[in-house]
């Protein structure tokens, strides 16, 4: 054989490349057979109507579908997609669901509470969710080979309609009118999307029976037989047995075994079909929404997109409600008789202690006020008054359920009319001051005693220091010594100054308090008339009060200042003008007693009587004295700043 023809012949393959070639080619259609799969399983997980969202082992979203982004209300899954972390999502760590991934990543399989998610939500950068849903969630973590978490699957399913199902039952069942909340019902969802007809059934413990206790339609038809009379399970129709049998929502279509309805109601309404959901209470089904639909495509989305519908008029009505319990617990726990009445003036509604004040029979106001004229212009005042006008208060006289008078307060004030009446009305409210006028007058004989007595106490405290007085000074005229008699004389002096401020409260007004300008006149009086007649005197004096605590240190330190400027307060012409001047200036009341004399000498000593008891009496007062010389000329001033009345 030629060697060229052997070089062109090709060597046998090695059989372990060939088998690598063969693996390799199998793992390409592995991987392409996987990926098919994948997006096949991705594409069908789309539309299951559970939300699915994976997360990887540091909690960052990496997958969600498409019933998820509806759920949490996103523009797309590429917003979320490794931007939200679960583990530090502030929503998330607010409503606990933080605590349940933790779980999850530590191993559990969990299955959460109820959460909720509203309008407010707005965790990344797609802003507010666009509805108020209410879902579970379970979070079951994934493992590798080596048996660690690496990834955690979120499924989420909304439970909002049986939330609002719940809210339906106890409305029903909590209700004074368990009629007018189905009746409620019925009407919010007989206007739901293509439903064109509700009926709420009620079932009776007693006799398990099934009784129709509301309906509603959207085109109501008079052939159609919506008042369906009342049945037992046993003969009721398949689809609302089926109901009762079943823990969740039913639906029926025309061409359904199921299918029980009258022919002249389904052609009537156009029918086509029923979705039946039941009503569940603490113990058991107590009844069922039945609402029919005109288009098969979107019977399974009647209910619960009507129930949405229902739980935003919930939302106000459970303010209304609660604002009218509040009220109730006002009207009906107030202390005052209320009574609501017509713009005529008659009797509506009324309180228990309205009932009480004026009996059983409320008919009019003209009836519970002594004075016919007074009630009539105080209910026109109030219908004419707007409804934010402040309440006034009227003192009139009111009749008891026996005809008896008796002193009252009196408001009236315009109200609003409640829904779906006419015209507005007045509450009226009385509050008896019969009680209140016996302790004002028990209140006001007691101060009138205890006042009597006081001015007994200042008119014997008088009394006795006019006596002490009189003895010092018959004391003073028995003695020989010039010093004795000028100290029995000081003495005799200082009693009558306290005499004077008993004087005074014996006859006045108010026997807790002393009018100081008139002290101030009456002891300039008594100096001039005990031998100060030499001094010219000039008060000029305001209306100041002080307690009686302070009168009495008050007028023994005006009196030494007094006798220090007769002793002290001559002019170089040997002439003594002594002035007092009381004053109260901005707020700031001042005694101040100026002479015309030379004053101290700086640093000399001042340890005669007079002066010390002047700085004993100050301290007393908790203030102190200010000793100027005078700025209209030569002499001397002294200041005393007057303490506030303690209250």
Same mark, same amino acid.
């Given at each position: 054989?030629?060697?060229?023809?052997?070089?062109?012949?090709?060597?046998?393959?090695?059989?372990?490349?060939?088998?690598?070639?063969?693996?390799?080619?199998?793992?390409?259609?592995?991987?392409?057979?996987?990926?098919?799969?994948?997006?096949?399983?991705?594409? #069908?997980?789309?539309?299951?109507?559970?939300?699915?969202?994976?997360?990887?082992?540091?909690?960052?979203?990496?997958?969600?579908?498409?019933?998820?982004?509806?759920?949490?209300?996103?523009?797309?899954?590429?917003?979320?997609?490794?931007?939200?972390?679960?583990? /530090?999502?502030? %929503?998330?760590?607010?409503?606990?669901?933080?605590?349940?991934?933790?779980?999850?990543?530590?191993?559990?399989?969990?299955?959460?509470?109820?959460?909720?998610?509203?309008?407010?939500?707005?965790?990344?950068?797609?802003?507010?969710?666009?509805?108020?849903?209410?879902?579970?969630?379970?979070?079951?973590?994934?493992?590798?080979?080596?048996?660690?978490?690496?990834?955690?699957?979120?499924?989420?399913?909304?439970?909002?309609?049986?939330?609002?199902?719940?809210?339906?039952?106890?409305?029903?069942?909590?209700?004074? $009118?368990?009629?007018?909340?189905?009746?409620?019902?019925?009407?919010?969802?007989?206007?739901?999307?293509?439903?064109?007809?509700?009926?709420?059934?009620?079932?009776?413990?007693?006799?398990?029976? *099934?009784?129709?206790?509301?309906?509603?339609?959207?085109?109501?038809?008079?052939?159609?037989?919506?008042?369906?009379?009342?049945?037992?399970?046993?003969?009721?129709?398949?689809?609302?047995?089926?109901?009762?049998?079943?823990?969740?929502?039913?639906?029926?279509?025309?061409?359904?075994?199921?299918? $029980?309805?009258?022919?002249?109601?389904?052609?009537?309404?156009?029918?086509?079909?029923?979705?039946?959901?039941?009503?569940?209470?603490?113990?058991?089904?107590?009844? *069922?929404?039945?609402?029919?639909?005109?288009?098969?495509?979107?019977?399974?989305?009647?209910?619960?997109?009507?129930?949405?519908?229902?739980?935003?008029?919930?939302?106000?009505?459970?303010?209304?409600?609660?604002?009218?319990?509040?009220?109730?617990?006002?009207?009906?726990?107030?202390?005052?008789?209320?009574?609501?009445?017509?713009?005529?003036?008659?009797?509506?509604? /009324?309180?228990?202690? #309205?009932?009480?004040? %004026?009996?059983?029979?409320?008919?009019?106001?003209?009836?519970?006020?002594?004075?016919?004229?007074?009630?009539?212009?105080?209910?026109?005042?109030?219908?004419?008054?707007?409804?934010?006008?402040?309440?006034?208060?009227?003192? =009139?006289?009111?009749?008891?359920?026996?005809?008896?008078?008796?002193?009252?307060?009196? #408001?009236?004030?315009?109200?609003?009319?409640?829904?779906?009446?006419?015209?507005?009305?007045?509450?009226?409210?009385?509050?008896?001051?019969?009680?209140?006028?016996?302790?004002? +007058?028990?209140?006001?004989?007691?101060?009138?005693?205890? $006042?009597?007595?006081?001015?007994?106490?200042?008119?014997?405290?008088?009394?006795? =220091?006019?006596?002490?007085?009189?003895?010092?000074?018959?004391?003073?005229?028995?003695?020989?010594?010039?010093?004795?008699?000028?100290?029995?004389?000081?003495?005799?002096?200082?009693?009558?100054?306290?005499?004077?401020?008993?004087?005074?409260?014996? +006859?006045?007004?108010?026997?807790?308090?002393?009018?100081?300008?008139?002290?101030?006149?009456?002891?300039?009086?008594?100096?001039?008339?005990?031998?100060?007649?030499?001094? #010219?005197?000039?008060?000029?004096?305001?209306?100041?009060?002080?307690?009686?605590?302070?009168?009495?240190?008050?007028?023994?330190?005006?009196?030494?200042?007094?006798?220090?400027?007769?002793?002290?307060?001559?002019?170089?012409?040997?002439?003594?003008?002594?002035?007092?001047?009381?004053?109260?200036? +901005?707020?700031?009341?001042?005694? /101040?007693?100026?002479?015309?004399?030379?004053?101290?000498?700086?640093?000399?000593?001042?340890?005669?009587?007079?002066?010390?008891?002047?700085?004993?009496?100050?301290?007393? *007062?908790?203030?102190?004295?200010?000793?100027?010389?005078?700025?209209?000329?030569?002499?001397?001033?002294?200041?005393?700043?007057?303490?506030?009345?303690?209250?």
């Amino acid at each position: 054989m030629d060697p060229d023809d052997a070089r062109s012949v090709p060597a046998p393959p090695d059989p372990e490349v060939q088998a690598l070639r063969e693996r390799i080619v199998a793992l390409e259609r592995e991987v392409a057979e996987a990926r098919a799969a994948r997006l096949f399983l991705e594409e #069908a997980l789309d539309h299951v109507p559970v939300g699915l969202e994976l997360y990887d082992e540091e909690g960052t979203a990496r997958w969600l579908n498409r019933a998820m982004v509806e759920f949490v209300a996103l523009p797309s899954a590429e917003v979320a997609v490794g931007k939200f972390n679960v583990l /530090s999502d502030p %929503f998330s760590a607010q409503t606990g669901m933080v605590e349940f991934f933790r779980r999850a990543y530590a191993g559990e399989l969990v299955k959460t509470k109820e959460f909720s998610i509203d309008t407010e939500l707005a965790t990344l950068d797609w802003g507010t969710a666009s509805k108020n849903i209410r879902f579970r969630m379970v979070l079951c973590p994934r493992r590798d080979e080596r048996g660690a978490v690496k990834s955690v699957l979120a499924i989420m399913y909304e439970v909002t309609h049986q939330h609002v199902v719940r809210q339906i039952a106890d409305r029903i069942l909590h209700s004074q $009118d368990p009629e007018e909340a189905c009746r409620h019902v019925a009407a919010g969802l007989a206007g739901a999307m293509d439903s064109t007809f509700a009926r709420v059934w009620l079932l009776r413990s007693e006799e398990h029976d *099934l009784r129709l206790a509301a309906h509603a339609a959207v085109r109501p038809h008079e052939d159609a037989p919506l008042a369906h009379p009342d049945v037992r399970p046993s003969r009721a129709p398949t689809h609302l047995r089926a109901a009762l049998d079943s823990r969740g929502t039913v639906v029926v279509h025309r061409d359904d075994a199921r299918w $029980d309805v009258p022919g002249a109601l389904s052609e009537a309404l156009g029918l086509a079909s029923l979705v039946v959901t039941p009503i569940r209470g603490p113990t058991g089904p107590i009844g *069922l929404i039945e609402v029919g639909a005109t288009a098969p495509s979107t019977a399974a989305q009647v209910v619960p997109t009507a129930l949405e519908r229902l739980a935003d008029q919930y939302a106000e009505f459970d303010a209304r409600r609660l604002a009218q319990s509040r009220f109730e617990s006002v009207f009906a726990r107030s202390p005052d008789a209320v009574v609501l009445l017509t713009e005529t003036g008659e009797a509506e509604r /009324s309180n228990e202690a #309205a009932r009480r004040l %004026f009996g059983r029979d409320l008919r009019r106001l003209g009836d519970l006020l002594e004075d016919g004229a007074a009630a009539a212009a105080l209910l026109a005042a109030a219908l004419a008054a707007p409804s934010d006008a402040p309440t006034r208060w009227h003192e =009139l006289a009111a009749r008891r359920g026996d005809g008896a008078s008796f002193p009252a307060e009196v #408001a009236c004030s315009r109200v609003a009319p409640s829904v779906g009446a006419g015209g507005s009305g007045v509450v009226l409210v009385v509050r008896d001051l019969s009680e209140r006028m016996a302790m004002l +007058g028990e209140l006001s004989r007691s101060v009138r005693e205890k $006042d009597a007595l006081l001015r007994e106490v200042h008119h014997r405290v008088k009394n006795n =220091l006019q006596v002490m007085s009189s003895l010092l000074g018959m004391q003073a005229d028995a003695e020989a010594s010039e010093d004795t008699r000028r100290a029995l004389e000081a003495a005799t002096q200082r009693v009558r100054a306290m005499s004077l401020v008993h004087q005074q409260l014996d +006859g006045a007004a108010e026997a807790d308090r002393v009018d100081l300008g008139r002290c101030a006149h009456a002891l300039v009086a008594q100096l001039q008339r005990s031998g100060g007649h030499q001094a #010219a005197f000039r008060v000029e004096a305001d209306e100041v009060f002080v307690s009686l605590d302070q009168a009495v240190p008050l007028a023994l330190l005006l009196l030494e200042l007094l006798r220090n400027a007769m002793a002290h307060g001559r002019s170089e012409d040997g002439r003594c003008e002594v002035r007092v001047r009381l004053a109260e200036e +901005g707020g700031r009341r001042s005694l /101040s007693v100026l002479d015309r004399g030379a004053g101290w000498e700086p640093g000399a000593p001042r340890r005669a009587l007079g002066l010390s008891l002047v700085g004993a009496l100050a301290r007393q *007062l908790g203030t102190t004295l200010r000793i100027t010389e005078r700025t209209d000329g030569p002499g001397t001033s002294v200041t005393v700043d007057l303490p506030p009345i303690p209250r």
